[in-house]
């Protein structure tokens, strides 16, 4: 949008260049209406773009010297030396205005003020006033099922014959209507004539569509807003949210509610006979269509309300979370297996097999999508208990805070939910006690007296991000690398980003509290939190701002068990990355390694990488030197590559860990099965860069 | 659900933002400064829909629309207006020279999407 602001500005320059030479063209022939013309095309112009991208001090300025000029060209007003030398002054206040948005200062806003009233006393007193809100807002519903909330509709949409004459297509409107909801449609035909009389320019058929949505009136109606003139249009709320009774209304009761039937006809049809609906039709009392309608009605409302009676009964069954547990381990099992009978039935050719293999492979992943989402939990559960937390302990510290909260609706694992829990309380505490100042000194820096710290979780591709931000008082980086270098975690002429130095506070060894207290300072350190983090494969950013404030930003994946990764192979051994790391695969050519001069740097798209060589960092044997591939992958803020001989592909992760043994392994964050039995190890990016970087 | 939409505006900002929005949506669309080019183009590329400012030199919106309706060939394509007075008297020539629909500025890139989505499918 800044590009088009940019555009917007030299435009209105120009506007401006060529409104200032008919402003001196009209003070010598006042009576040239083309020249006026022009005149107010500008100011429109200047005006209606001028509210589009975002200049609305402009758009409010330009409409009453438009609407003046507007007089003008009809003649009913007639140009003066005054009114000249008045927009001539407006066009340097446009320009004024134009040059503030630019970071320029508005020089003289009260004059802005007092050429509007000017200019507004040109006007009769009905049309001085700003411009109104524009009346017509056409809303973009979300799609999807009707909730809790749902409301049925009929509508009976009957054009005019002359309905095509400008440009309308009715099947649009229908489309867009059935968008909103769920929608039963009939089509009338009563009123089609045979074939020799029929125009084919003209409009003959009629819908009645039966709507449930959770939207309102007023955005059914908005979908024939177009047409209101050309169509008789009616819009019935026939039936509401929370009723689950499936009996709806006879079909006789429709008919009569819609005007199709009389009320009297209807009674005396009924007397003792059961079906109503065809004897009407045989007494030619309605016709054929209009019983099919008011049966589709009647089938709709009974099939709405039948739903929200089954939604009622099955809501939710408690399980034991181990069962969850089995199950999902089983699902795991069962993907390893489906890969050892794809890569069976891909040796053996069969394509039988293959077939099954492929059904085999569809319904284990399956399966596996609806017991991990078994799993999920909103995150809101945890979000709960801080709320508590944060008023105790503010209390406690004599500090006002109120916690806010977004995207409790957010799912995550259950395991990652458990295991979230403690670091967050942590990273709460810590806000409470070392950003949120005290009331007294935030009320003396100009801010409000209450604190806030936001706590908030959203979805970003298959992570979850979690951000806590306090309005506090920010991180001290002087302090910080002070107290780094007396630790002796950095050299006392180490150069460091303000970033790093933020980030040296998750170093272990690194005390946050100034003095302990009985909040933050237990020995637990923000190393832990990042540690804790990390163990979930996920990872820790600190962001801060001297005077506004501290933010945490917490990345972790959906899932424990089961990753998507990319499969790749080093000497004859394969390994995984997981997927979510990766940016993108390159080759790396003999011609990157000269102009590299044997550092271990690679340029992909402009942009230098190191990369990380992993056969070296393995330790594995010298390959026959054919072309490798380079992996880039995002590790935290920066990109880093990852050498390997080949790069495979997409492989379905099933997550094992390794034995106690393994278990300090750095590098190495749990293996997975092949589907030729074998294991490949699972790669832990994060640590393999901080690995390299000591070194 | 593509289309040839020819945009006529003589503001080059309004139409940038008019073929941005559209294209990102999978449309194409051709641009005219004011309703003597737009007969020009429409000479050239065969469009699905119009979309026109009302104040335009040379031939304004109305006229456009006027012309175009006469022609058979556009008995039947759609045209929307553009529209920054709130007054039904400029609405109303519209409709009456025979625009199928109308939006009113200042309008969000979405309701625009929603208009042509609605006239053109």
Known sequence: ?695 | MSGMILSVDDSKSMRQLVSFTLQKEGYQVVEAVDGREALAKVKEVAVNMVITDLNMPNMDGIELIRTLRADPAFKFVPIVMLTTENTADKKDAGKNAGATGWIVKPFKPEQLVAVVKRLLG
């Open chain 1, 1 to 695: 949008m800044d590009t088009q602001k940019e555009l917007y500005r030299e435009e209105a320059y120009e506007l401006l260049a060529v409104l200032e030479d008919s402003l001196l063209e009209l003070e010598r022939n006042p009576a040239d209406m083309e020249t006026v013309g022009r005149v107010f095309r500008a100011m429109h112009t200047i005006k209606g773009s001028g509210a589009m991208f975002g200049f609305e001090d402009i758009a409010a300025f330009t409409h009453t010297i438009e609407t003046v000029y507007d007089l003008v060209r009809e003649g009913t007003m007639t140009v003066t030396q005054e009114l000249i030398s008045l927009t001539l002054e407006a066009c340097d206040r446009i320009k004024s205005m134009l040059g503030a948005s630019q970071g320029g200062e508005d020089d003289r806003p009260a004059r802005t003020r007092e050429l509007t009233e000017a200019f507004g006393r040109f006007l009769p007193a009905d049309q001085g006033a700003a411009p109104a809100a524009p009346a017509v807002v056409h809303a973009v519903s979300d799609k999807g099922p009707a909730g809790r909330n749902s409301r049925t509709y009929r509508i009976r949409f009957k054009p005019h014959r002359d309905l095509f004459a400008n440009g309308t297509n009715p099947i649009p409107l229908i489309r867009e209507l059935k968008a909103l909801g769920e929608c039963s449609i009939v089509c009338l035909l009563d009123d089609l004539p045979e074939l020799k009389d029929l125009d084919p320019e003209a409009c003959y058929t009629a819908w009645d569509m039966i709507l449930t949505t959770d939207q309102d009136m007023n955005t059914v109606r908005d979908v024939f807003i177009f047409v209101e003139d050309l169509s008789d249009i009616d819009v019935e709320l026939i039936d509401v949210g929370a009723e689950v009774d499936p009996e709806y209304k006879k079909v006789g009761e429709i008919l009569v509610e819609k005007g199709d039937l009389d009320r009297r006809e209807l009674e005396d049809a009924l007397q003792g006979r059961p079906l109503i609906g065809e004897m009407l039709v045989d007494a030619g009392k309605v016709t054929k269509a209009d019983l099919g309608a008011a049966l589709v009605e009647q089938e709709h409302v009974r099939g709405q309300r039948k739903q929200r009676q089954d939604a009622q009964i099955e809501s939710s069954i408690r399980v034991a979370s181990p069962k969850l547990d089995a199950l999902v381990n089983l699902a795991g099992e069962l993907v390893t297996v489906q890969a050892h009978l794809s890569r069976l039935a891909a040796l053996d050719g069969s394509s039988e097999l293959v077939g099954v293999a492929e059904e085999v492979e569809q319904l284990s992943a399956e399966l596996r999508d609806l017991s991990m989402g078994i799993r999920m939990l909103p995150i809101g559960t945890t979000f709960a208990k801080f709320k508590r937390l944060v008023r105790d302990l503010s209390a406690e510290l004599g500090k006002e805070i109120t916690l806010a909260t977004e995207g409790e609706e957010t799912e995550l694992d259950k395991t990652v939910i458990e295991r979230l829990s403690d670091p967050l309380v942590h990273l709460i505490r810590n806000s409470i006690d070392h950003g949120i100042e005290a009331p007294e000194v935030r009320e003396a820096s100009g801010k409000p007296g209450k604190g806030t710290i936001k706590l908030k979780a959203a979805h970003a591709g298959a992570q979850v991000v979690i951000t806590i931000s306090d309005d506090g008082a920010g991180l001290d980086t002087e302090a910080i690398r002070h107290k780094a270098v007396n630790k002796g975690l950095i050299a006392p002429d180490a150069q460091l980003s303000e970033h790093q130095i933020h980030e040296l506070i998750m170093t272990p060894g690194f005390s946050t509290a100034e003095s302990i207290t009985s909040v933050s300072g237990r020995g637990v350190g923000m190393d832990v939190v990042k540690s804790n983090i990390e163990a979930l494969r996920g990872s820790v950013e600190v962001t801060s701002v001297v005077g506004s404030g501290t933010t945490i930003t917490l990345k972790l994946p959906l899932t424990l068990a089961i990753i998507d990764g990319l499969l790749v192979s080093i000497a004859c051994e394969h390994f995984v990355i997981p997927l979510s790391t990766v940016v993108e695969c390159v080759d790396l050519t003999q011609d990157d390694l000269k102009r590299a001069h044997g550092r271990n740097l690679v340029r992909v798209r402009d942009e230098i990488i190191p990369y990380i060589h992993l056969r070296e960092t393995f330790g594995l044997a010298r390959d026959s030197g054919e072309a490798e591939q380079v992996v880039v992958t995002e590790v935290g803020e920066q990109r880093v590559g990852f050498v390997v001989d080949k790069v495979i592909g997409q492989h379905q992760t099933v997550i094992k860990n390794l034995g106690r043994m393994f278990k300090t392994t750095e590098g190495i964050s749990g293996a997975t099965i092949m589907g030729d039995g074998a294991v490949a190890l699972i790669l832990d990016m994060h640590k393999l860069t901080q690995q390299a970087q000591r070194w």
